[in-house]
């Protein structure tokens, strides 16, 4: 078991019941939301050990959320509440194709209002790994300068590092810092989960080999590029390879399904596997996430994950 640090903004999510653009909508079902959420979620239910850092409102939502943490055997040693802001909140669509529109209340949140402060008196004895995507940076400077000694502390340490960029432009007002930014933090990590997207627009590449060199030229060892339905591409130790997607009978939400690929992928590594084996499993992981409507309630424990890889393999 490996013991993992991540750190985000957890928010409470309602998920329209029916089709509809949000304003028509009149009732909703309540999930707690965030990209680090969802990894650790994850990472938990395949047997690893996850410390979450991260700021919460004093209020319903945010002890919800806590408690929430807490049963998914999550440790929320680091977790400390704010009294003066409140918990981020989101909105998410029902549909039957493509993504969901989603809404945000999360400007000024607690979580917003993190910096180097938070992280001063951690404990890194006995962390493996630690997980970071590029959404805590655009909440604020605070948070960003405490990302930036995050990976600072992990490097000196030898604690492997795993990056998912996570674009959110709308949390940023200057596209061209949110690329310098991320790429910066990206380039300090041994492993990048970029989505194809993502790639072409922080590095200015097209091709996958080349945004795979981008990252390697900074000193980045695997790079798994996710495509999405397509699967994936790698490029790790001179080895590059694609990886077919796992085929879904029906799509009830995207939202979550990178989250659940870097859980396969960094898990995968974990455990020993080699990387074409991690890779697959992320790509499982993450056809699983889109089966349900929650941004994590489909992320499986290993029973489930290996049930549906040995079920596609019959199929085939």
Known sequence: MSRIITVGEPMALFVAEQEGSLENVDRFDRFVAGAE??????????????????????????????????????????????????????????????????????????????????????NWEGF?????????????????EMVYELLKEARVRGVQISYDPNLRPGLWTDKQEMAQVINDLACRADIVLPGIEEGKLLTGKQDVQEIAAYYHAAGVKTVVIKLGAKGAFTSSEGEQFYTEGFHVDKVVDTVGAGDGFAVGVVSGILEG?????????????????????????????????????EDSLVKL
């Open 37 to 122: 959420v969802n990894f650790s979620i994850g990472m938990s239910r395949l047997g690893h050990q996850v410390t979450y850092i991260t700021k919460l409102g004093l209020d319903p939502f945010g002890k919800n959320i806590e408690k929430f943490l807490q049963q998914n055997a999550i440790d929320t040693s680091y977790v400390t509440y704010d009294a003066n802001n409140l918990t981020g909140m989101q909105w998410k669509e029902k549909v039957v194709s493509g993504d969901p529109e989603v809404f945000s209340a999360r400007k000024n949140s607690a979580a917003s209002h993190m910096d180097s402060e938070t992280i001063a008196n951690f």
């Open 273 to 309: 596997l080699a990387i074409k084996e991690a890779v697959k499993r992320g790509a499982a992981i993450g056809a699983l996430a889109v089966m349900s409507p929650g941004d994590n309630d489909g992320l499986p424990d290993s029973d489930r994950l290996n049930a549906f890889i």
């Open 128 to 144: 493996d790994h630690i997980h970071l995507t590029g959404i805590p940076p655009a909440l604020s400077a605070g948070c960003r």
